[in-house]
């Protein structure tokens, strides 16, 4: 799921600056994916966007937050195929 926020910043009460902020999360299935995939895979993209880990019941869920403009329509897949070829490493 891919969200949009905007986020405006204030300097003495008055405005500066409105910035959009894409913010996805993807959840992955704990009995399927292991953590260690994940983190070598967030390793590998940490210039692409901020990452976030939460291990919540049967899943790791995994925010990716200020994405790059330039790979926001593309990232959700290639990070996904990238996860995946991790677990078969």
């Known amino acids: 799921m891919e969200r949009r926020l905007f986020r405006t910043f204030y300097t003495l009460g008055k405005e500066i600056q409105k910035k959009i902020i894409t913010f996805m999360t ?3 299935n704990k009995s399927i994916y292991p953590l260690k995939a994940i983190k070598k895979t967030v390793q590998a993209y940490k210039d692409l966007a901020k990452f976030k ?6 899943y790791f869920i995994t925010e990716l937050i200020d994405i790059k403009k ?11 195929n990238y996860v995946l070829s991790q677990v078969k490493q």
């Open 53 to 58: 880990i939460i291990e919540k019941g049967g």
């Open 26 to 28: 993807i959840n992955f």
């Open 70 to 80: 330039d790979v926001e329509s593309v990232i959700k897949d290639e990070f996904c």
